[in-house]
């Protein structure tokens, strides 16, 4: 089973910030938090990862609590073709599993 | 260019027949991986591979058997397919034992079965 929840859906309007939060209550301190989207049944498409720290690249910002059992992905510009499914992972320590939940569906609308 | 590649990206058969799905990645990873996601979008790991090793074996039916001659490929052969296996098949690739690397995945094997 997934050890994250996440809301079912949520909207953002265009050009405006996507915070799309994500509760990981059981992770273990070696485990890391994976992001990825799914864009139309396309392949999942990485986008961030952290341990503990607070990370950024290109595409999203990933913000991780001090005790770490929670986190959010934050777009900072959101467009249309941001428009997926996100789905937040703990990767399973010491194994090469990702195991999906049922993710965040994201429309971001005009 | 293509980083983890699959054929066909479609594929419509019918109950009963054999089938093949190719997958082959470039980036020089020594790990790959299958994952099927069904009509509810659920998406799940099947099966994962090391230097031609197999590591990871969910509890997936003797019909589906994953053959790696290379460490740049992994095919996923299904036999006598059944309606409940028509799914989109995921390849993926990363290297073993690293978790700060993340997986990356092809774009699908759309399977149905009539």
């Known amino acids: 089973d997934a050890k994250t929840t996440q809301p079912t859906s949520m909207d953002c309007a265009e050009g405006r910030a996507a915070n799309l939060p994500c509760n990981h209550s059981?992770?273990?301190?070696?485990?890391?938090v994976y992001w990825y989207r799914q864009i139309h049944s396309q392949g999942p498409q990485y986008i961030i990862h952290?341990?503990?720290n607070n990370e950024t690249n290109e595409m999203a910002s990933l913000i991780i609590t001090e005790d770490r059992k929670s986190s959010t992905l934050i777009l900072p510009h959101a467009t249309l073709r941001d428009t997926a499914v996100y789905y937040c992972?703990?990767?399973?320590?010491?194994?090469?599993?990702?195991?999906f939940g049922t993710g965040t569906r994201l429309q971001v609308f005009p | 260019d293509t980083a983890v590649s699959q054929t066909p990206k479609y594929l419509v058969t019918q109950m009963g027949n054999d089938k093949s799905i190719k997958c082959e990645q470039n980036?020089?990873?020594?790990?790959m991986y299958w994952y099927k996601q069904d009509s509810k979008k659920f998406l799940k790991i099947m099966f994962s591979?090391?230097?031609?090793?197999?590591?990871i074996n969910e509890t997936v039916p003797n019909r589906f058997s994953p053959k790696s001659p290379d460490k740049a490929h992994l095919n996923l052969h299904i036999n006598s397919l059944e309606l409940g296996d028509s799914a989109v098949y995921f390849c993926?690739?990363?290297?073993?034992?690293?978790?700060?690397?993340?997986?990356?995945f092809g774009d699908g094997t759309r399977l149905s079965i009539l």
């Open positions: 993926a690739s990363s290297n073993q034992g690293v978790p700060s690397q993340p997986q990356h």
């Open positions: 059981t992770i273990s301190g070696n485990e890391y």
């Open positions: 952290g341990l503990k």
């Open positions: 992972i703990v990767r399973v320590y010491n194994t090469d599993k990702l195991i």
């Open positions: 980036l020089g990873h020594d790990t």
């Open positions: 591979y090391n230097n031609k090793e197999l590591i």
